[in-house]
């Protein structure tokens, strides 16, 4: 039923971006500006059609974007009870490590000091965050709940050593780069709208924007899940790289076996789900470390 939803609001959103684009079009064609002042009986042809066109893309993308991050009904928690502050061995050796690593980093003070960690039933695995008391109490390390009492000591230095290179890691142009080429066919018809502006007219400019602009725009919204994909996977090669080339690959074995629901769900999607979807799985990030791997050292092999 999920699917059938995202594939329906997904057409639906379609059906308004195709609506906006020829009205979009038409207006251009005639035209018009837009300035509601000179909007004549001729304009009204477009601009109905458009405005209405806008809505459907508007509601049906939103519906479609929910239905494609929604993840499994869970019971649902008072907001007050979804958070466990832990007391425990574990928890203070999960905060000397965090504070150890953020020590090195330009980060807050109330975030270098956290004192307290808080276990979450609402936070996913791959998340890590702090939750912000006030300006003069150190922030409080929200972690998944499904980690809780499942992972080594090292396996927490991986797991949080792995977090934060992510947020300055090395290599930033490599790492960048699927972004950049799925943005890249929007940057050109952008600056070429602007060249013919100043070359030609506006109202030049206005026709090829109607035109060419909004297909791009598709094009990047299509291209942005694998984009992101691309990249979350590159930042977890580069972190392998400082990590030890097997010590992150093993984390991401022992995280799936824990057999977590958001993970065995995001193993699940199939179809536009999968193919827009921005995070990888754990399947997808084990797999990438893997060919990482095997490039480099043909006779190496990993097992999943």
């Not at 907001?79 to 965090?98: A, D, Y």
């Not at 330009?106 to 996913?124: E, H, I």
């Not at 890590?128 to 929200?142: G, N």
Request: with cysteine.
């Amino acid at each position: 039923m999920a699917s059938l939803g995202l594939r329906f609001y997904t057409v639906a959103a379609l059906v308004g971006f195709g609506i906006v684009w020829s009205s979009g079009i038409y207006l251009a064609l005639i035209g018009f500006r837009g300035n509601p002042a000179d909007c004549s009986s001729s304009c009204l042809l477009g601009a109905v059609p458009e405005g209405l066109g806008w809505l459907l893309f508007l509601v049906s993308g939103y519906r479609a974007f929910a239905s494609l991050f929604a993840y499994p009904r869970r019971e649902k928690v008072k907001r007050g009870k979804s958070l466990e502050i832990g007391h425990g061995s574990e928890e203070e050796r999960i905060l000397e490590i965090t504070r150890e690593i953020l020590a090195h980093r330009r980060v807050a003070k109330r975030l270098r000091n956290v004192a307290t960690l808080a276990w979450s039933d609402t936070q996913r695995w791959d998340w890590l965050r702090f939750k912000w008391q006030s300006y003069r109490k150190p922030s409080i390390l929200l972690v998944s709940a499904g980690l809780r009492g499942r992972l080594e000591l090292e396996d927490w230095k991986t797991y949080l050593s792995w977090h934060y290179l992510q947020h300055k890691p090395r290599q930033t142009l490599y790492v960048a780069q699927p972004m950049l080429r799925a943005m890249l066919p929007l940057i050109l018809f952008i600056a070429v709208a602007a060249s013919l502006t100043v070359n030609i007219g506006q109202y030049a400019s206005i026709l090829f924007g109607s035109i060419f602009v909004p297909p791009a725009l598709l094009l990047f919204v299509y291209q942005f899940g694998p984009s992101m994909r691309k990249l979350f996977l590159r930042l977890d090669t580069v972190a392998a790289e400082s990590l030890g080339r097997m010590t992150l690959f093993s984390l991401f074995q022992k995280i799936d076996g824990l057999k977590l629901p958001e993970n065995e769900n995001a193993k699940k999607r199939v179809g536009w789900s999968a193919h827009l979807s921005p995070e990888p799985n754990i399947t997808e990030r084990m797999a990438n470390l893997q060919g990482a791997f095997q490039s480099r050292s043909p006779n190496s092999q990993v097992h999943i």
